[in-house]
């Protein structure tokens, strides 16, 4: 059954073939072979021409999602981090990304809330402010003012914007459907995976209520916890696409010269806080997976330190949790194969086709580490180099994996912005020493021992009816082998392709021999003496041999 794309549908399948036809003839412009042919005299008469070869076939991919608005500005954000999925030219553009978009024109902020609430703003509100203090591509935050006098922030959905994204995500589908079908060099990237993992992320960053009971999560972790502040939520005047939290007056992490002047040491935070966020990950397996300097305040009169923004947040479950600690710890000890091992137990999808060049990789990555001392450690780096080491090698990790990775690296900037001198290291010390005393303790090895036994009962248990299962499949002529022979396509391919080539070969020794006999023999009609089934025959040799020589070089088979 054909499926009819709705009227949201057509509008953005419209807007994406503009914009990628408007960008589309200039990335032909920009290749290095037509780029030399071009004269430098008509660039300087046409400057519009000029700027567009200027620009690299991934600028032109910024460029066409920028265009694209705020769910494809999104895509790019969120793909930014992925260097096991695309290329780091293509990263590189990506990171430059930003999610500033206008606020809402004719927006009433007064009558969304009152829809969305089914209530009367002046019950509630002694005023909210019509201005949006900040607009996103997803939802826009005002300021307002209870009647009990507590000051809050309002996030509220943009107007359509799940239709909108409905429609893209729709359209993104079948865009990456063709692309995984028709192009070979698209394939290779994986199209299908990057628009299903956006899809999940995209979709959980518009429940707000998922937001809410995250905030509720991380409070309930750090309950007790005087160092650290949670925003208060008004859950009774909120919804799966407004939330109305507490305002936080407080100082942006970034702002040196204003933590100073309030007397709050900027070497303090930058500990304190990383402190925190480590215990987020390697304690709790819950992280704010966007800690940049917009999203971490300093409360100047209690000095405690507060995350908003719990819209994008990671989960580790426990054994991965677990697995992430032997990482670390196989790291310190360099032992590379074990680390391999960690990585096939957490990889979603691996396809190492050269475990020396792994191990090769991992081991040029350790010593790069051990050669450096302690203080000139920049995890960031390290990082970076590791997320290469994957992409390189074809191993796809779990999605939870990049967002605490990025993570990490923003977390260390805001750090470094902080204490020129802070190194995440020293943070990290406590929990390796924890991570090692772990791993020999005497209760955790006798729980991994009875889970093991466990495991085989299970085995011993369920082997009779499997076999019993496989000799009924055997008798029954049900037992299927799936066979997979590697590169027997391309065999095929390029078998058929050489016997094509051979019968055409064959024609034209035929065709020529042939016509030589028709010359010779001066077969009649004639045309200036010259037998004319003889010419066509020659001419058509000559053709079918320069089509041969041309699909050759055409394709590199020489």
């Known amino acids: 059954m054909v499926r009819i794309p709705n009227k949201t549908e057509i509008k953005r399948y419209n807007k994406l073939f503009t914009v990628l036809t408007k960008y589309g003839f200039k990335n032909v412009m920009a290749t290095k072979q037509l780029k030399k042919l071009v004269p430098n005299s008509y660039l300087k008469d046409h400057p519009d021409t000029q700027k567009s070869l200027s620009y690299s076939k991934y600028e032109r991919i910024r460029m066409v999602l920028e265009e694209l608005g705020p769910t494809y500005i999104k895509l790019g954000q969120i793909f930014s981090n992925r260097e096991d999925l695309l290329p780091p030219d293509l990263i590189k553009e990506l990171k430059k990304l930003q999610d500033k978009v206008p606020e809402t024109n004719h927006f009433n902020i007064n009558e969304a809330i009152e829809k969305e609430l089914n209530i009367t703003v002046s019950e509630h509100f002694e005023y909210i402010n019509p201005l949006p203090l900040a607009a996103g591509s997803l939802a826009q935050v005002h300021k307002a003012k209870l009647l009990t006098g507590e000051e809050v922030v309002l996030k509220i959905q943009r107007p359509n914007i799940v239709k909108i994204i409905e429609a893209d995500i729709l359209v993104m589908t079948q865009v990456a459907k063709s692309l995984e079908k028709h192009s070979i060099q698209a394939k290779a990237y994986q199209p299908l995976q990057i628009v299903s993992s956006f899809e999940k992320s995209i979709r959980e960053e518009l429940r707000f209520l998922r937001e809410i009971n995250n905030m509720k999560r991380f409070a309930k972790n750090f309950q007790g916890n005087t160092v650290i502040y949670v925003p208060k939520v008004y859950l009774s005047l909120c919804t799966d696409k407004l939330i109305c939290m507490e305002f936080i007056d407080g100082i ?307």
């Open 252 to 558: 942006k992490v970034s702002e040196n010269g204003i933590l100073n002047s309030s007397n709050i040491d900027p070497v303090i935070i930058a500990k304190v806080g990383v402190d925190l966020y480590l215990k987020q990950v390697l304690d709790f397996g819950f992280f704010h997976a966007d800690p940049h300097p917009g999203n971490i305040f300093i409360l100047p009169k209690t000095k405690q330190i507060c995350f908003i923004d719990f819209g994008m947040m990671g989960t580790i479950m426990p054994k991965d949790k677990d697995y992430l600690g032997d990482f670390l710890l196989y790291f310190m000890q360099k032992n590379v194969k074990k680390i391999i091992s960690v990585l096939e137990k957490i990889a979603v999808k691996i396809e190492i086709s050269d475990y020396k060049k792994l191990e090769y990789d991992i081991y040029e990555l350790i010593e790069g580490v051990s050669n450096t001392s302690i203080q000139n450690i920049k995890l960031g780096d390290v990082l970076s180099n590791f997320k290469s080491v994957l992409y390189e090698n074809k191993i796809v990790v779990p999605h939870y994996l990049y967002m605490l990775i990025r993570a990490l690296i923003i977390i260390e900037g805001v750090g470094l912005k902080l204490d020129p001198e802070f190194n995440i290291t020293d943070n990290l010390q406590p929990y390796i020493s924890k991570i090692t005393r772990k791993q020999f303790n005497i209760k955790r090895l006798f729980k991994k021992n009875v889970t093991r036994f466990q495991d085989m009962g299970t085995l011993i248990d369920h082997l009779p009816g499997d076999i019993d299962t496989i000799l009924n499949k055997i008798k029954e002529g049900k037992l299927v082998v799936i066979h997979e022979h590697k590169g027997l396509k391309e065999f095929q391919d390029a078998t058929s392709k050489a016997a094509n080539r051979m019968v055409f070969a064959i024609i034209i020794a035929a065709l020529s021999i042939g016509s030589s006999i028709l010359v010779i023999a001066k077969m009649p009609p004639l045309i200036n003496g010259i037998p004319l089934l003889g010419a066509i025959g020659f001419l058509t040799s000559a053709l079918l041999g320069l089509y041969i020589i041309f699909s050759v070089f055409r394709k590199n088979h020489y």
